[in-house]
C-alpha cells in the first residue's frame, strides 16, 4: 500500500511478515480455463530438475489454462512423432506440451513443442540455449512466457520477480524485512531488514535495483539499494516525511513526497547530482507518485478539493495539476500500466477499499476486487495483471492478491500463519 498517504492521513494498516515460500491460491474466473497437458520432459542423465513441472505452475496459476494431472495422462511422449492425437482429445485437452532435456558439455539444453490437439498442427517449437544446472527453473518460466504468449497473444510474466515487505513478531519485538522472490514465490531472499517500518519499495527500470522508505535517527529516508552487490545508498533524508519513490523511465530520478516544512508535496530528485525540485506547490496533503511511461507527467494523490482523488501534472510544471478520477468518494494509490493508457487505483467507498483500474481515455474506473481493506496496487510488466495487498478475512493480518484486469482471474497468496505480506512491487522485464 502506499504507506505516505495513509500515515499522513492518520490511517493506520498492519505490517505483514514474509515467509519461506508463498502459498498462491487461483480462485474465482467467469472464463473456464482452457486445457492444456504439459507431458513430463524426458530427462537425459545427470539433468535431476523436472523443467515442465515449474511450466506447468506458471500456465496453472495464471488462471487461463488447468493442466491435466500427469497420474491421468495416457502416454508421456517427448517428440512430436510420439504424439497420438486421439489419447488426448479423449481426456479433452487443447493444447499439448512435450519436450527433453540433456546434458551437453556441462550445460543442459531443453527443447520443447506445443501442439495442437485437435488440427495436430505444430504451434511452437523452441530449443532454449544451453544454461547451467542451477538455471533451470528460469528456463521453465521462459518457456510458460512463450506458451502464454502464443496462446493468449499477451506477453507472459513468469519470469519476472516480486519484491514485497514482510515484519514478524510484536511489539519492541517486531522486525521487518524486504523480500525479493520469483513471481512464483520461490527463492525469497531478504535484500533489507530493520526494527522499523520499511515500506514502498519500488523497482528501477532495469530491474537492478530497488528504492523504498526506511526510519532512520528518529525520520523517514528513502534508499535505493543495488541487488547485485547488496550496495545501499541513503538519497534523502529530511524532517517531515520522506516518503514514496517513483522512477522515472529513464532511470536518472526519482518522483517523492517532503514535507520539510510540515506541508507534504511531489518533488523530484536528480540521482546524479542530488539537485531536487519541487513540482507541486499546495497546502493540501500530495502524495503517492507514478511516473508515466513516456516520462512527461506524473499522477499523484491529493485532498486539494476536500477528499483524497488523483490528480496529473507535467513533469516540467508547466501546468497546474488536473484532477482525473470523480467516481467515487475517494481514489488513492495510482499507479500507470505499462502503456501508459491505465491507471490502477484504490477506491474508497463507505469504508470499503478496492481495486480498480481506470481508463485514462474514457475517464471510467472498474473495480476489480471486493475489499475491504485492498490496497497498493502494482502492475505486472505485461499490463494484464495485479499484485496488490489486502487484509486476511479472519482479520488476523495482510496477505497479497492478484487479479487481472478483466477481473476474471483471481489469486491469493499467503505467507505462513500468524504472518503477513504487504507492499508489493512487481518487477519490469529484464532489460
Known amino acids: 500500500m502506499d504507506h505516505k498517504y495513509l500515515i499522513l492521513f492518520g490511517m493506520m494498516f498492519l505490517c505483514g511478515s514474509a515467509q519461506a515460500q508463498l502459498r498462491i491460491t487461483v480462485t474465482g474466473g467467469k472464463a473456464a480455463p482452457q486445457p492444456i497437458a504439459v507431458v513430463p520432459f524426458r530427462e537425459g ?19 487461463l489454462f488447468k493442466t491435466l494431472p500427469r497420474s491421468e495422462m495416457l502416454a508421456k511422449p517427448s517428440l512430436p512423432a510420439e504424439v497420438h492425437y486421439q489419447n488426448w482429445r479423449v481426456l479433452g485437452m487443447n493444447d499439448l506440451v512435450i519436450g527433453s532435456e540433456e546434458v551437453i ?3 543442459v539444453s531443453v527443447q520443447f513443442y506445443l ?47 516480486i519484491a514485497y515487505v514482510e515484519a514478524s513478531g510484536l ?24 526494527a522499523h517500518p520499511l515500506v514502498s519499495p519500488a523497482w528501477s527500470p532495469d530491474r537492478k535495483k530497488l528504492a523504498f522508505t526506511g526510519f532512520e535517527d528518529g525520520r523517514w529516508a528513502i534508499f535505493i539499494e543495488t541487488l547485485a552487490t547488496g550496495r545501499l545508498r541513503k538519497v534523502i533524508s529530511l524532517p517531515g516525511v520522506d516518503t514514496g ?13 517532503l514535507a520539510p516544512k510540515g506541508i507534504s508535496n511531489i518533488y523530484i530528485i536528480d540521482l546524479k547530482t542530488g539537485h531536487r525540485r519541487q513540482l507541486t506547490h499546495d497546502s493540501s496533503i500530495d502524495t503517492g507518485a507514478s511516473w508515466s511511461p513516456n516520462g512527461e507527467s506524473i499522477v499523484f494523490t491529493s485532498d486539494r478539493d476536500g477528499s483524497p482523488q488523483i490528480f496529473e501534472i507535467p513533469v516540467d510544471g508547466s501546468a497546474p495539476p488536473e484532477r ?14 505499462p502503456d501508459g493508457k491505465n491507471l490502477a487505483l484504490v477506491q474508497e467507498d463507505n469504508g470499503k477499499y478496492c481495486i480498480g483500474v481506470m481508463n485514462l481515455e474514457t475517464g471510467v474506473i472498474k473495480l476489480l476486487t471486493a475489499g475491504p481493506v485492498d490496497t497498493g496496487p502494482s502492475f505486472a510488466p505485461n499490463g494484464e495483471i495485479l499484485i496488490y495487498e489486502r487484509d486476511r478475512s479472519d482479520a ?29 512491487a512487481w518487477s519490469p522485464y529484464i532489460g
Do not use: C
Not at 49 to 54: G, I, M, Q, R, Y
Not at 132 to 155: F, Q
Open 115 to 161: 501442439l495442437d490437439v485437435f488440427s495436430g498442427q505444430q504451434l511452437l517449437a523452441f530449443r532454449m540455449p544451453p544454461i547451467s544446472p542451477s538455471e533451470l527453473r528460469y528456463v521453465g518460466h521462459r518457456i510458460a512466457d512463450l506458451i502464454y504468449k502464443k496462446l493468449t497473444g499477451v506477453n507472459g510474466y513468469f519470469d519476472t520477480q
Open 171 to 194: 511489539g519492541e519485538d517486531r522486525t521487518f524485512k524486504l523480500v525479493v522472490a520469483d513471481s512464483d514465490g520461490e527463492f525469497p531472499h531478504t535484500v533489507a531488514s530493520s
Open 105 to 107: 558439455n556441462g550445460k
Open 45 to 63: 542423465a545427470g539433468v535431476g530438475f523436472d523443467v515442465s513441472k515449474v511450466v506447468q505452475g506458471d500456465l496453472n496459476r495464471s488462471g
Open 245 to 257: 519513490a517513483a522512477w522515472s523511465p529513464n532511470g536518472g530520478q526519482l518522483a517523492v513526497t
Open 324 to 337: 482525473l478520477t470523480f467516481q467515487g468518494q475517494k481514489n488513492m494509490n495510482p499507479e500507470f500500466s
Open 396 to 424: 488476523s493480518g495482510t496477505n497479497l492478491g492478484i487479479v487481472s484486469t478483466d477481473g476474471v482471474v483471481h489469486e491469493t497468496i499467503k505467507g505462513p500463519p500468524g504472518k503477513d505480506l504487504q507492499d508489493p
